[in-house]
């Protein structure tokens, strides 16, 4: 049997007890860096459990390995350094793999930092959705975050310190004023969550009032911009033009103004090309 296991996201407190059960009664944990999953055992007491190592590059290797080692009967855990597996971290190949060979996998649910830092955002939560880590391209962010900062859900990145002002950055050139929230730190000693505009959280970054520091998710409040009914073709274009001056091809950009407005792609793509030519 394949075991999925949530560990806490710092706080080593977060883990659940069933978590702890599972790690004590497996054979064997799969985990992406021994040494980091080695402390957690440690902290637990959890003694001579045989680890291997599993990661982003190792994974469809190693998942045929696990394989072998549920059918030789053992029982397998997968761990990853924070939070749930398969959650940008590695993990659904495995599963997945297990679900075709009609091997047994249960999850034991555990923190994640993007659901933690959505409740604690106080932004709609009912309607989401996950992105992970944002492409690092400069191009390629600013065409995904255009498609974002659109949409009319409730939006959750992940980010490092390296790049969180260059991401808040690239928000508040598409859109100074939405409302967003920035986590760092979740469950540790200097968690930090400050909802507030784009503009503003740039701002306390600048000032040194929110720190570089840690790891950060970012959630980013749904476009509340007029639909359809009350936008007119000028509005649209406008809209198409400024994706495209922000580096989004004109067949991408027409795309998503047809779906945010809920329009017909040929009547955005008639509207636009009348207008540039
Ligand atoms: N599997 C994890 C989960 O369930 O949340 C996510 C792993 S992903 C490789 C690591 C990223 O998650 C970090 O770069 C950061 O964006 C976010 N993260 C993880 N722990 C966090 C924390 N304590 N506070 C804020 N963000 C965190």
Avoid: W
Avoid at 73 to 100: E, F, H, Q, R, T
Avoid at 143 to 155: A, D, G, P, Q
Avoid at 184 to 204: A, H, N, Q
Wanted: neutral net charge.
């Amino acid at each position: 049997m394949l075991y999925v296991v949530g560990t806490p996201i710092g706080n080593l407190d977060d883990i659940s007890v069933r978590a702890l059960k599972t790690l004590e009664n497996v054979d064997i944990i799969a985990c992406e860096d021994t040494r980091n999953t080695q402390k957690l055992l440690n902290y637990f007491q959890i003694k001579n459990k045989k680890l291997i190592s599993f990661h982003e590059h190792n994974e469809e290797k190693i998942s045929q390995k696990i394989i072998e080692l549920i059918e030789e009967n053992k029982n397998v855990a997968l761990v990853s350094d924070a939070g749930m597996p398969c959650i940008s971290d590695p993990g659904y190949i495995l599963v997945n793999k297990c679900i075709s060979k009609k091997i047994k996998v249960i999850t034991i649910p555990g923190p994640n930092a993007a659901l933690t830092a959505l409740v604690s955002s106080g932004i709609e939560s009912y309607t989401y959705t996950f992105y992970g880590f944002l492409p690092r391209k400069k191009k390629d962010l600013k065409v995904k975050l255009n498609e974002i900062l659109l949409s009319k859900h409730t939006s959750i990145i992940y980010e490092s310190p390296h790049r969180i002002i260059n991401l808040i950055e690239n928000i508040c050139e598409i859109s100074n004023h939405r409302i967003i929230s920035v986590s760092r730190e979740l469950t540790k000693f200097f968690e930090e969550v400050v909802t507030d505009t784009s503009e503003k959280i740039l701002e306390k970054f600048k000032r040194g009032n929110l720190k570089v520091k840690g790891e950060f998710v970012v959630i980013i409040s749904p476009n509340k911009e007029e639909t359809h009914e009350e936008i007119d073709n000028f509005k649209l274009i406008e809209e198409v033009k400024k994706m495209v001056d922000n580096g989004s091809k004109s067949s991408t950009a027409i795309k998503i103004v047809a779906d945010k407005y809920g329009i017909n792609k040929r009547e955005v793509y008639n509207l636009y090309h009348e207008e540039i030519i």
